[in-house]
């Protein structure tokens, strides 16, 4: 344990939005990096809703601001039983989630109607290495199934 740590857990908020999840985040990823320094946080993840768009920029003030920076999206998938498309929140811990994380991002965007992302659950196998995956709140699929005991 570093000098003057006290063993208390550390809080990192994992599932942020910046101002590119168009209608969901309004502060610049330059901002939410800033402020997470101010107050004291050691890390935070920047999620934007089926964007990574502000990663790069994001990752830079992290790194100016001296936290650590962890990108990822949060994406709907489209359960096999057929369940509305719930939302999941994708964290790169590597290179190579980071690629994985963008591949799913733009499938979603690609396959799938104008302005209704989603990847089928099925996509998601291939494309887990280097990748960290969050239910997705109270609104993910996970959670919900675990409400219905199923």
């Known amino acids: 344990m570093p000098a003057g ?3 208390a857990a550390e809080y990192v908020e994992l ?3 910046s101002a590119f999840s168009l209608l969901d985040g309004a502060s610049l990823p330059e901002a939410l990096a800033a402020r997470a320094a101010a107050v004291g946080l050691r890390a935070l993840a920047l999620t934007d809703r089926h964007d ?3 990663v790069v920029r994001f990752a830079e003030a992290a790194r100016e601001a001296g936290i650590a920076g962890i990108v990822g999206a949060e994406v709907d998938v489209e359960w096999s039983d057929g369940a ?3 939302p999941v929140v994708l964290l790169a ?3 190579a989630g980071h690629a994985n994380v963008a ?3 733009t499938r ?3 396959d799938r109607p104008r302005g209704e992302p989603a990847v089928p659950f099925d996509l998601l196998a291939p494309h887990v290495r280097g990748v960290f995956a969050l239910t997705g709140g109270p609104r993910g699929e996970v959670p919900a199934r675990l409400a219905r005991d199923d």
């Open 5 to 7: 740590a006290t063993g």
């Open 15 to 17: 599932h942020c939005r």
């Open 52 to 54: 990574m768009g502000g």
């Open 84 to 86: 509305p498309p719930s």
């Open 93 to 95: 811990e590597s290179r």
């Open 103 to 105: 591949t799913l991002v």
């Open 108 to 110: 979603a965007r690609m």
